[in-house]
Every structure is written in C-alpha cells, then in structure tokens.
C-alpha cells in the first residue's frame, strides 16, 4: 500500500497516516501504516487482554462534561472510555460532511462496545473500527470526500479521521493527536494530510492516561495496549 512520507526517521518505514492494519482481522483503514513485519517474532504474539470492567460504569455524560458542552458554541459529543471521560467539541462549519459522517456513526451506535486499538505513544491514539477482541468492524456508510484543507491543525487534543492512502477513504476510524502533529496536516495535493474535525473540550487527563499504557507492538505501526481499552459509548449532546 502506498504510504505518506513523514519528516520523522522513526516513520519513514511505512508512514501515514494510514494504518490499514491488514495483520489484525482485515484491511480496515486505522490511520496511518506505519511498517510492515509482525512484532512477534516466531509464532503469533499476544492479543490484548479483556479490560477488568468490562460494563460501563455510567451511561450519561458527567455534569464537568455537561458543563464544557454547554460553554460550547459547537455542537459536542461524550465519549466514556475505560480510562475516563472525554468531551468534544465538532468543527461543523470546517468538515461538515466528516462531523455529519461522525454523528451517523454516533446515532447507529456503532461507536459502543468498541476499542482505542492503537497507542502510538507522544504521537496518536486511534479507535473506531474494532470492537473487543480485536475483532474489526464493516463500516456502515461509504467514505466521505477528505475535508483536510480546512485550515485546522493536527495540534495536541484535536480529534481526525483516518483513513487508507487513498485520500477519500475515510469511514469510521479517528484519532486523538496526543502532541502537535503538525506533519499530518494539509500541505498540498500531493500530501494531504488528515481532516481534524473536533477537539478535546474536557478529558484532556483521559487522553494522556490512553497515551501511557503498557503496549506491545503487533508489527512497527500496529502498536495496541496490552489491556483493551474500551470506548463503552459515544454520545451527541448538542
């Protein structure tokens, strides 16, 4: 699969933003590839371990979320993972059809039940498309048109879409930027980055306790906890 040049040395290998993680359960688009090869040497290695809580501990937003929500002039949503809580606000008049394609996701529930299954620690941690047991999930809708050249940056907090190397590829799939990616943004037809769409507007803590779990890397881009971390369930709240 073609791969997006990165300026860092340590992703020249396969790059992108693009993770088509065809070594776990089948060629659905998760960010960016980055090296091929499985990390396991002989035999299969690990899969992640069941997460300990299993059920969510709540099914409604906390009123810290609620309040952030309110004070935004955006439309938001609330996402319960098993490392806390995170609340978003959504770009709509940047990436209408990406927040429009993230909101369908949303009201068919596709998003509950399902895996932050990449920690690529200081750099992304991507979920949407793997539910536990690393079993990977048929996107529902097809891709949306690439809305990366809205002038909003990758930067530490911002919610993106992944997507294959085709830049009209993404379906399901997005990523929180734990640090300035600025490297995934928009620079012209021939490297076109990734759509941010949204950013942390409360949780940002959550985020960074995703960013530091144990991990174990399935090959050099295909990096996943070594306990499941779930996302119990995405919520619209205005």
Avoid at 176 to 181: P, S
Wanted: glycine content about 12%; aromatic content about 10%; some cysteine.
């Amino acid at each position: 699969m073609p791969l997006t040049p990165f300026p860092l040395a340590r992703w020249l290998p396969a790059l992108g933003l693009l993770l088509s993680l065809s070594g776990c359960g089948g060629g659905v688009e998760v960010g960016f590839e980055v090296g091929g090869g499985g990390g396991g040497g002989s035999g299969q290695p690990p899969q992640p371990q069941p997460n300990p809580q299993p059920q969510a501990p709540t099914q409604s937003c906390s009123p810290a979320g609620l309040a952030a929500s309110a004070q935004s002039a955006w439309p938001t949503a609330c996402l319960l993972t098993s490392s806390g809580e995170i609340v978003v606000e959504l770009y709509d008049s940047y990436a209408p059809q990406t927040v429009a394609n993230f909101y369908k996701y949303i009201a068919a529930g596709f998003y509950s039940n399902t895996l932050i299954h990449r920690v690529d620690r200081d750099f992304v941690v991507q979920g949407g498309g793997y539910a536990p047991g690393m079993w990977a999930k048929t996107p529902l809708y097809a891709p949306i048109p690439l809305e990366s050249s809205n002038g909003l940056s990758n930067l530490r907090g911002t919610l993106a879409m992944a997507r294959r190397s085709e830049p009209d590829s993404a379906t399901s799939q997005f990523f929180f930027n734990v640090v300035d990616n600025r490297s995934l943004d928009y620079q012209g037809p021939s490297s076109p980055g990734y759509t941010v769409f949204g950013r942390i507007i409360s949780g940002l803590n959550t985020l960074d306790a995703i960013n530091v779990v144990p991990t174990y890397s399935y090959s050099s881009s295909d990096i996943r906890p070594r306990t499941e971390v779930l996302v119990y369930w995405v919520q619209r709240l205005k």
